[in-house]
């Protein structure tokens, strides 16, 4: 009897020295356990010291690829402050560095306003094929959903076919800011890299400089002339400089001598013109979307002395249709129009300049 009451009393001991579990489902513990709205760990967990669970945090979102983005930032290596405070204030070419601070943080690209070139071709009409071409280079923001870097363009044409002033024309319209530049008299990079401090007029890049200016990563260059461009042993040649931006990959680390930095100018739209392409390098010319522009015909006369008319009243301060070609003007007109834009100016000017003398002897 009494080893039987011993047993009973080791087996109770026994029990007394576990934790008493609760009889749990499988599937309602699994649920509990894995769900993010479960800010507690069960019991039976809970009784072995685990801590409260928390809240699953949302992922945060993936970080836009370059291609994706909508700002660039030039300098991604910042220009040093104490250059930007040196030069602050300063008279001359150094005046402008105060604005590359601007520079060190992401800038917008800026989107075309219209695609809509029908008042461009009805202005250039002999040039309906290369703003279709142009106008394709810059609508991938509607094409694709997203910005895509341009390929420089070289317009090729004969010398007076009016490649400079469609181009113009073209950002003019479409809203993007731009900078010309005539190539043929400069005989040195300097313009485009910059030049080292050791030069007495030394100072940075004026392309940087232009971008600065305007606060635009993607703003347009017109660079005319660019078969002209002379080669310096001493200070290079301006076409081979000019393969660093043509290149998209190379642009995005462009370096400026004088600031002694990496600068990203991949996002930048270029436009050549040319007259002779075989004076261009074929590394350029490769690199390029080449269109040829042809002089104008003379079915086109007509629309191109009433566009030069408007452009002369511009010039002049005049109200649109200030000036009126009539019937005899434009067949005088037409006698001596030979396809050369800048020529037939000067006669559309002597017909403007005839009008003005009758208004005043009226």
Not at 197 to 211: D, L, N
Not at 223 to 246: I, P, R, T, W
Request: a negative charge.
């Amino acid at each position: 009897m009494n080893d039987h009451d011993n047993n009973d009393r080791e087996n109770n001991d026994d029990d007394a020295s576990f934790p008493h579990f609760e009889v749990i489902d499988n599937d309602d513990l699994l649920k509990d356990f894995f769900s993010d709205e479960s800010e507690e760990v069960p019991a039976p967990f809970a009784s072995f010291g685990m801590a409260t669970r928390a809240k699953a945090e949302p992922e945060a979102p993936p970080a836009p690829t370059p291609a994706d983005a909508t700002c660039v930032t030039i300098f991604p290596t910042p220009v040093p402050q104490d250059i930007i405070k040196k030069h602050a204030g300063r008279k001359g070419t150094n005046n402008r560095i105060g604005l590359f601070a601007e520079l060190n943080q992401p800038l917008p690209l800026a989107e075309p306003t219209t695609l809509d070139m029908a008042p461009l071709v009805a202005r250039f009409p002999h040039a309906a094929h290369a703003i279709n071409e142009m106008a394709r280079v810059f609508n991938s923001r509607q094409r694709f959903g997203k910005f895509i870097r341009p390929r420089p363009i070289m317009l090729a044409g004969p010398s007076g076919c009016g490649k400079t002033s469609l181009a113009r024309a073209f950002f003019e319209h479409i809203g993007l800011p731009f900078d010309t530049k005539n190539v043929a008299s400069i005989h040195d990079t300097f313009y485009l890299t910059g030049n080292h401090k050791g030069f007495s007029e030394s100072g940075p890049s004026q392309v940087i400089e232009r971008i600065a200016m305007t606060r635009c990563p993607n703003m347009a260059f017109i660079l005319d002339e660019v078969d002209k461009v002379s080669n310096n042993l001493q200070h290079g040649c301006l076409q081979d400089a000019l393969l660093a931006v043509a290149d998209k990959k190379e642009a995005e680390h462009f370096r400026d001598y004088w600031l002694d930095l990496d600068a990203d100018l991949s996002w930048l739209s270029w436009v050549f013109t040319v007259n002779d392409l075989d004076r261009v390098s074929p590394a350029l010319r490769s690199r390029c979307t080449i269109i040829p522009l042809e002089a104008p015909k003379p079915e086109h006369m007509p629309a191109i002395a009433a566009n030069l008319m408007r452009e002369i009243e511009a010039e002049r301060g005049l109200c649109p249709g200030w000036y009126h070609l009539s019937t005899f003007e434009l067949r005088a007109l037409g006698e001596v129009f030979q396809g050369d834009l800048r020529t037939f100016k000067r006669y559309v000017e002597a017909v403007a300049d005839e009008q003005e003398d009758n208004m005043a002897r009226a």
